[in-house]
């Protein structure tokens, strides 16, 4: 039993990488185009940082309805639907893109709306999803996986995304990254999921429920506000990216998908390194390691002067993310109840997403005014102190939660 039960566990886990592998593609490949194309379309990197901000403000909405989705109907369903409606609008937008072109920024920032209220229930079913297809003894380790995904896509995406649209229009992208949605729901046709056998309450109780939790529930409080701080550096960045290289920097747009390529690519160094990594030290000094090496990284882009200074920061910053999101999603998982994981992550995806918003709207308006780098500066230098006493805060406080009694198990009495 204990073979076929190994074997079974282990194909669920191949199975969950493909299918997220294929959405993340999916995500990366757009995220590459659409900002090349309204930037292209305007010269203005302030319609790249407002098309940012309305791109995640409904996600913000969504997170904790997704999270009771993700509790009431289990991770496979809620992965497979959303992922087939990201796929189908995708396909839309493709139509209007191409045959009424002249309502092309406007079907492209809907498009990005839509994508970002179903992102919400994509996060939500891989959270629920992973504690019951890892088991406790592969909990970290699977976590690894779910970053490593997300740098391989980062890698594959942009890279096979710069390579088709040197050959073909850029609005085929849409297509491609709808295929890779459709196949993605195809993948998790088989795994295991939970779906909640308690009695069905109101939504409006439920939410209130995972507040309460929330805020009941000190160390994955304070990883949310740590995790808000550390977004709002990264979404500054990410929301102006393909202006500095293309705008302020005068590189090629080849520049840009080789440094999105590069980032990627680190998901097949922290492959081979995390397992390593915590065999030598514990997950705590790893999430430090991550952090100190974002927070360097970050400061470095904001002094760059040249494209390659930019891009090799971008890297290291990349890098110690990688790593500190391991610890980050391993804890945060030990500390909250299975039966309300959902409930709780949903507020606590939207506390910490909070950011990408706010980012985008300082680029599109301290970053115009006063230049992106220095925004990106100031960000990481708040990040860096302040940042640095709430990470030993939140390390703490964790350290107390799992060594003692179980904080989550208090939380929901």
Same mark, same amino acid.
């Given at each position: 039993?204990?073979?076929?039960?190994? *074997?079974?566990?282990?194909?669920?886990?191949?199975? @969950?990488?493909?299918?997220?592998?294929?959405?993340?593609?999916?995500?990366?490949?757009?995220? @590459?185009?659409?900002?090349?194309?309204?930037?292209?379309?305007?010269?203005? %990197?302030?319609?790249?940082?407002?098309?940012?901000?309305?791109?995640?403000? /409904?996600?913000?909405?969504?997170?904790?309805?997704?999270?009771?989705?993700?509790?009431? @109907?289990?991770?496979?369903?809620?992965?497979?639907?959303?992922?087939?409606?990201?796929?189908?609008?995708?396909?839309?937008?493709?139509?209007?893109?191409?045959?009424?072109?002249?309502?092309?920024?406007?079907?492209?920032?809907?498009?990005?709306?839509?994508?970002? %209220?179903?992102?919400? #229930?994509?996060?939500?079913?891989?959270?629920?999803?992973? /504690?019951?297809?890892?088991?406790?003894?592969?909990?970290?380790?699977?976590?690894?996986?779910?970053?490593?995904?997300?740098?391989?896509?980062?890698?594959?995406? #942009?890279?096979?995304? *710069?390579?088709?649209?040197?050959?073909?229009? !850029?609005?085929?992208?849409?297509?491609?990254?709808?295929?890779?949605?459709?196949?993605?729901?195809?993948?998790?046709?088989?795994?295991?999921?939970?779906?909640?056998?308690?009695?069905?309450?109101? %939504?409006? !109780?439920?939410?209130?429920?995972?507040?309460?939790?929330?805020?009941?529930?000190?160390?994955?409080?304070?990883?949310?506000?740590?995790?808000?701080?550390?977004?709002?550096?990264?979404?500054?960045?990410?929301?102006?990216?393909?202006?500095?290289?293309?705008?302020?920097?005068?590189?090629?747009?080849?520049?840009?998908?080789?440094?999105?390529?590069?980032?990627?690519?680190?998901?097949?160094?922290?492959?081979?390194?995390?397992?390593?990594?915590? *065999?030598?030290?514990?997950?705590?000094?790893?999430?430090?390691?991550?952090?100190?090496?974002?927070?360097?990284?970050?400061?470095?882009?904001?002094?760059?002067?040249? %494209?390659?200074?930019?891009?090799?920061?971008?890297?290291?910053?990349?890098?110690?993310?990688?790593? @500190?999101?391991?610890?980050?999603?391993?804890?945060?998982? !030990?500390?909250?109840?299975?039966?309300?994981?959902? !409930?709780?992550?949903?507020?606590?995806?939207?506390?910490?997403?909070?950011?990408?918003?706010?980012g985008g709207l300082l680029t599109a308006s301290v970053g115009h005014v006063y230049g992106v780098q220095v925004l990106i500066l100031v960000l990481a230098l708040v990040l860096t102190v302040p940042g640095t006493l709430l990470f030993i805060l939140t390390t703490r406080r964790f350290r107390l939660a799992l060594e003692g009694p179980s904080l989550a198990m208090e939380a929901s009495q």
């Amino acid at each position: 039993m204990h073979d076929i039960s190994s *074997a079974a566990r282990n194909s669920a886990i191949r199975w @969950f990488g493909a299918g997220l592998l294929c959405a993340l593609l999916a995500e990366q490949t757009v995220l @590459f185009a659409v900002p090349l194309m309204i930037f292209q379309l305007t010269g203005n %990197v302030r319609y790249s940082g407002v098309a940012f901000a309305l791109e995640w403000l /409904p996600a913000l909405i969504a997170y904790p309805f997704a999270g009771l989705l993700a509790d009431r @109907f289990g991770g496979r369903l809620l992965f497979r639907g959303a992922n087939t409606a990201r796929g189908l609008s995708l396909a839309v937008t493709l139509g209007i893109c191409w045959y009424q072109p002249q309502w092309m920024i406007w079907a492209l920032i809907g498009n990005g709306i839509v994508l970002s %209220v179903l992102m919400a #229930p994509v996060r939500m079913a891989v959270e629920k999803s992973v /504690p019951l297809i890892a088991g406790p003894e592969r909990l970290a380790h699977c976590q690894s996986l779910v970053q490593n995904m997300e740098l391989l896509a980062m890698a594959l995406g #942009p890279a096979l995304a *710069a390579g088709l649209a040197m050959y073909a229009d !850029k609005r085929w992208l849409l297509g491609l990254a709808a295929v890779a949605l459709f196949a993605a729901a195809l993948f998790w046709r088989g795994l295991p999921t939970a779906r909640s056998v308690s009695r069905p309450t109101s %939504v409006f !109780k439920d939410l209130a429920l995972g507040w309460r939790l929330l805020l009941g529930n000190p160390p994955v409080l304070s990883l949310a506000g740590l995790n808000f701080s550390i977004n709002l550096a990264f979404a500054a960045v990410l929301s102006a990216n393909a202006f500095v290289i293309s705008g302020v920097f005068s590189a090629a747009d080849g520049v840009f998908g080789l440094m999105n390529a590069g980032a990627g690519a680190l998901g097949l160094l922290n492959f081979i390194l995390v397992p390593r990594l915590l *065999a030598r030290m514990s997950i705590y000094r790893l999430g430090a390691l991550g952090f100190a090496l974002l927070c360097l990284g970050l400061i470095c882009m904001g002094v760059a002067s040249g %494209v390659l200074l930019y891009a090799l920061s971008f890297l290291l910053a990349m890098a110690g993310c990688a790593l @500190f999101n391991v610890f980050n999603r391993t804890q945060r998982i !030990k500390a909250i109840e299975s039966a309300h994981l959902g !409930k709780v992550m949903g507020p606590f995806y939207l506390v910490n997403l909070l950011s990408y918003p706010l980012g985008g709207l300082l680029t599109a308006s301290v970053g115009h005014v006063y230049g992106v780098q220095v925004l990106i500066l100031v960000l990481a230098l708040v990040l860096t102190v302040p940042g640095t006493l709430l990470f030993i805060l939140t390390t703490r406080r964790f350290r107390l939660a799992l060594e003692g009694p179980s904080l989550a198990m208090e939380a929901s009495q």
